[in-house]
């Protein structure tokens, strides 16, 4: 009997048709810093001197013209230009949380009294990712202790022509570094600004110089008027969950 029952479960198990094999893949969520996706701003290799995986010189011929409502950093100064530079990827990593994307962008400018040129480093702290990832922790601009003359130098194609540099002045409680500079006939000034502070970084950090076209030296109102000029999009709206009012919009680094 059992030899019978055995053979008739064989004969019917030999009756089934086979299963087909089938494979079940989650559609997949395009991430908008994707290489080869045309929106996500380009990623470069690391320099020697940057605390990120990424490099924090602006060559301005390398980066792309964008309206400045795409920009993470814009300027209300008529015929200014906007630029998209690197996408920045932090050396902090967590398996459990999204990566740390840390944007540099660049606007310049000129107005009857002077010319600028101005970068950004910023970073949305409230941002979640695609798949519900929030920032990994200690996700931040670094301060860079070490910005020096030497930085501010090579700053931008503006400070890259400068001569005579003098007035040289590093606080070191406030992280603002600044000194003064020739650019041929032109008196200038070259600076960095930091934001608010976060997990022992900042939000954003704001690179300048500013040159006065009439061969005066630059004045504090001159500085002033230039930075209040500049708006920073905290908010980064690349395939991020959390909707704006949530988030930080705008700050001005003045």
Known sequence: MLIG???????????????????????AVQDPYAVGDPRAPRTVAPSEINPYYGRNRVDESMFAEKPCSETRLATNVSGGKCLEGYKIESKIQSSSAGPCHIQLDVVMGSTATYSFEADVFVFDPYLVGSGGQTLPKGCSVGKQS????????????????GSNW????????TGEVTAEYSDGRLNCRAFRRLGPNWHGGVVWAVHASICRLDGSAVESADTHSMLSSLKIRVYDPRGNLRPPEQSIMYMTPE
């Not at 019917?12 to 079940?24: F, R, Y």
């Not at 003098?166 to 409680?173: A, F, G, H, L, W």
């Open 166 to 173: 003098q007035s040289y002045v590093k606080n070191d409680d």
């Open 146 to 161: 070490d910005y020096d003359l030497a930085r501010l130098q090579d700053m931008n194609q503006m400070t890259r022509r």
């Open 5 to 27: 029952a055995g053979s008739t479960a064989g004969v019917a198990d030999a009756q089934q048709p086979p299963l087909p094999d089938v494979s079940v893949t989650a559609p």
